[in-house]
């Protein structure tokens, strides 16, 4: 039992190396770590910043390749940095068409898109960036939005990150709230003289009359009392 458990101990801590291993596998880390500096050094600022998919796929290519040399024995140095080296120039290539030509830009890192303009959502763009309501509506809260009227623009960045232009305090409308307490006070049929916004594109009105439960921009039919608040400053 004793000589069981010593076995199972050994291979849970070692897989199936010996202890010898160990100062192995320290020199095969820093060896690997050197080269990756030597590597992100060589992309420059572009590969080290906040990442693009191109660039986020590169990073994960060269982690990949540095990862198994160090603590796998049966994985040399030199096919490693070959990898990291096809990788580099690939990544330098690319680099290089995608200043060159703008087309062959948007297809690796796609362009920016606009989610929100004058206050409504730009519905048809935000559905095809997959982009959750509450995420989003969580980004704009950090940036002090309370309600979408203070929004002249909102564009989702190559790179991930929400870009916001503003309209003036005097000229803030009345727009859908964002904050969690007022949001989530849906409305099927919205009272008559108040104003409304559409849960789920931002479509904003004064109610003229009662009955109306229809978005007439989206055709959906959860109501959120507006909000004219200016913004968080």
């Known amino acids: 039992m004793a000589s069981f458990l010593q076995i199972s101990l050994k291979e849970l801590l070692l897989g199936s190396e010996d202890w010898s291993f160990l100062p192995e596998t320290v020199l095969r880390t820093v060896v690997m770590f050197a080269v990756i500096l030597i590597g992100l050094s060589i992309l420059g600022k572009r590969g080290v910043r906040q990442l693009s998919v191109f660039e986020l796929v590169v ?101 991930g990150e929400i870009s916001l232009f503003f309209f003036p305090d005097k000229d803030v409308q009345y727009g859908l709230p964002i904050l969690p307490d007022e949001f989530y006070r849906f409305e099927k049929f919205p009272g008559e003289g108040e104003t409304y916004s559409c849960s789920h594109c931002g479509f904003t009105q004064k109610i003229e009359k009662t009955g109306i439960n229809h978005c007439p921009a989206c055709n959906k039919t959860t109501w959120v009392k507006s909000s004219n608040e200016p913004r968080w400053k």
């Open 59 to 159: 990073i994960i290519g060269l982690g990949s390749a540095a990862g198994d040399p160090m603590f796998y024995k049966d994985v040399g140095f030199l096919p490693a940095i070959l990898v990291f080296v096809v990788v580099i120039v690939a990544y330098q290539i690319v680099t290089f068409f995608v200043g060159k030509y703008k087309r062959f830009e948007h297809l690796i890192e796609g362009r920016p898109v606009c989610l929100i303009k004058d206050g409504r959502f730009a519905i048809h763009n935000f559905n095809k960036e997959h982009l959750a309501q509450d995420e989003f509506f969580a980004e704009l809260r950090a940036k002090g939005v309370s309600q979408l009227g203070q929004v002249k623009q909102a564009i989702i960045e190559v790179q």
